[in-house]
C-alpha cells in the first residue's frame, strides 16, 4: 500500500495524493503559508503538553493536524529544530500574555 494513503484513504488514485502533498508544500512554503503554519503550532501547543485541567482531546486534536502538516513539508533537522524553538518561544509569549491579561483583570 502506497504510505501516502495512510493520510488520505479518500484519494483513490496514488497520482491525487502525491498532488495534495505538493500543494501542502506549495503553500506553507510561501510567506503567508509560514505565518499561518506559525499560527496552527501556537494554536495546538505544538512543544507543549495540555496543562493539568485543560481540554485535552481538543489540544491533541489540533497537535495531530500541526504534526500532519509537518510530516509532509518533510523538513530538514535543522529546520524543524528551528521551527520547534519558534513555537516555544511563541508559546511562552502566549502563557506570558495570558498571565498579564489575568493580572490585570484580577487588579479590577
Do not use: C
Request: without cysteine.
Amino acid at each position: 500500500m502506497n504510505p501516502l494513503f495512510w493520510f488520505w484513504p479518500h484519494k483513490k488514485r496514488p497520482n491525487d495524493a502525491v498532488l495534495l502533498v505538493e500543494q501542502y508544500r506549495q503553500v506553507f512554503s510561501t510567506e503567508n503559508g509560514k505565518a499561518v503554519l506559525e499560527d496552527i503550532l501556537l494554536q495546538a501547543g505544538w512543544v507543549d503538553i495540555t496543562p493539568p485541567g485543560g481540554p485535552i482531546e481538543r489540544n491533541e486534536g489540533k497537535r495531530e493536524i500541526a504534526n500532519h502538516i509537518i510530516n509532509l513539508l518533510r523538513m530538514p533537522e535543522t529546520e524543524m529544530a528551528k521551527l520547534r524553538l519558534q513555537a516555544a518561544n511563541l508559546q511562552a509569549e502566549f502563557n506570558q500574555a495570558q498571565l498579564e491579561m489575568s493580572n490585570d483583570r484580577s487588579n479590577d
